[in-house]
């Protein structure tokens, strides 16, 4: 081809060299990668890649997603740990609390098992000293009754005999009296005369509540 001055012009070169040369890898500026696992970094995506560095940026990648899922395991075992723990507090404040109630109801339950047996010991106490005094009076009773029935009573042979002697004394003291009132009248030269003897008085018996006069 010629232009207008009749010069001959140079060939056009063609578009896809010139995207080649444009492309090429020492007019690309350097990119550094850096691990999208970093905390705050924003990782760089160079604008036209090659397959090693597609192949970086995939292990990186792959690598990141592994870190993230190892993290999301651990962070869910750390939680599962601390919910077990917390599971096993829960229970042991439980137990404990369990194990306190149980002690203070077998507390509550010896102390009134120790106070019905102190009232029930008092109340044989009291039952046998009840019994005892009962029974102390029925062998007092009865031993009255035994001395009584073994003392010697008055035989009524006896009653006539003192009776009967006591009626002899009192002849005997009346003939005494009628021998002295006659020797009296002897020897004061009267005729003696039939004495009367007075009867031996009897005492009144004394009043209710007083002393015979």
Known sequence: MTDQTGTPSSPEPPKLRRRLVTAAPAAAPKVKFVSPAAEGVEVVKPRFLTPELQAKLAQEQEEAARRAAEQAEADRIAAEKAAAEQEAARIAAEKE?????????????????????????????????????????????????????????????????????????????????EAQAAALA??????????????????????????PN
């Open 186 to 211: 002897q020897a004061a030269g009267v005729a003696p005369a039939a004495v009367q003897t007075p009867e031996p008085s009897v005492p009144e018996p004394a009043p209710a509540g007083g002393l």
């Open 97 to 177: 609390a369990a194990r306190i109630a149980a002690e203070q109801e077998a507390a509550r339950i010896k102390a009134e098992q120790e106070a019905a047996e102190a009232a029930r010991i008092a109340a044989e106490k009291e039952a046998a000293r009840v019994a005892a005094e009962e029974e102390r009076a029925r062998l007092a009773a009865e031993l009255e009754k035994k001395e009584a029935a073994s003392a010697p009573q008055p035989e009524p042979s006896v009653d006539a005999q003192i009776q009967d002697a006591l009626a002899k004394v009192a002849e005997a003291q009346k003939a005494l009296a």
